[in-house]
């Protein structure tokens, strides 16, 4: 079946790059999207990538896609506090069908 | 654009009552919302996918006659959890798209705990 995988934790200084990354198993999968969620909040579109795309950059945001190794990364530049959050990778067929989310990966920003 | 908008953002109410979230497309029609649940500290689970003007698609051990999805215009779509016990209380996501190739939006989910 259809998997998302991502690691659970990342911890970055203030000023830094911070790179998430994630992996998914299902080939016809068209969109790959990122999400943040802040506590007690629902999920935010932070970017998404089309699957003929290899690169997409929106401000401080950097999605790299590999389509052969079915590899996704989320590159935030000049990482803040106010990123500090879960990040998940999810990957669908198109925007009316299901998603499939990854775990998530909480990303800690320290001043 | 494309925003999604869930009421209540929060609710506490005894064990045995039911509980009616709605989730609103407010700029767009969607004939498609999708439900979803999240406990602490996991990612999110989908319930159902819930159908404008025909019945909900319910994924493999949901129970449709404790979460009873209604679909009854493009822009609403409510999720009534019924008899809620404590089990029940958890994160619930709805989320819609605009068009089928654009992405998902998501709601501000609601927060249920049951006493």
């Known amino acids: 079946g259809e998997d998302v995988e991502q690691s659970l934790f990342l911890s970055v200084r203030e000023g830094d790059s911070s790179v998430i990354n994630c992996t998914y198993t299902?080939?016809?999968?068209?969109?790959l999207y990122w999400y943040k969620q802040e506590p007690g909040a629902g999920l935010q579109l932070l970017t998404y990538?089309?699957?003929?795309?290899d690169m997409k950059q929106d401000q401080r945001l950097t999605v790299l896609l590999n389509k052969k190794d079915k590899h996704l990364s989320l590159r935030i530049a000049d990482t803040q506090t106010g990123d500090s959050a879960i990040y998940f990778c999810?990957?669908?067929?198109?925007?009316?069908?299901?998603?499939?989310f990854g775990k998530g990966t909480m990303l800690l920003v320290s001043p | 654009g494309a925003v999604v908008s869930q009421h209540p953002s929060r609710v506490i109410c005894k064990s045995g009552t039911s509980v009616k979230i709605e989730c609103r497309s407010l700029?767009?029609?969607?004939?498609?919302m999708f439900w979803y649940r999240q406990f602490p500290k996991k990612s999110l689970m989908l319930m159902a996918t819930?159908?404008?003007?025909?019945?909900?698609?319910?994924e493999q051990g949901v129970e449709k006659d404790k979460f009873l999805i209604n679909h009854a215009s493009l822009t609403l779509s409510t999720l009534t959890v019924t008899s809620a016990h404590p089990e029940d209380s958890s994160f619930y996501i709805c989320?819609?798209?605009?068009?089928?190739?654009?992405?998902?939006?998501f709601g501000d989910g609601t927060r249920l705990s049951i006493l």
């Open positions: 989320s819609a798209s605009p068009e089928d190739n654009q992405p998902q939006h």
């Open positions: 299902d080939s016809s999968s068209t969109y």
């Open positions: 990538i089309f699957s003929n795309m």
């Open positions: 999810a990957e669908s067929y198109s925007g009316y069908s299901t998603l499939t």
């Open positions: 700029d767009f029609q969607a004939t498609t």
């Open positions: 819930s159908n404008e003007g025909s019945k909900a698609t319910y």
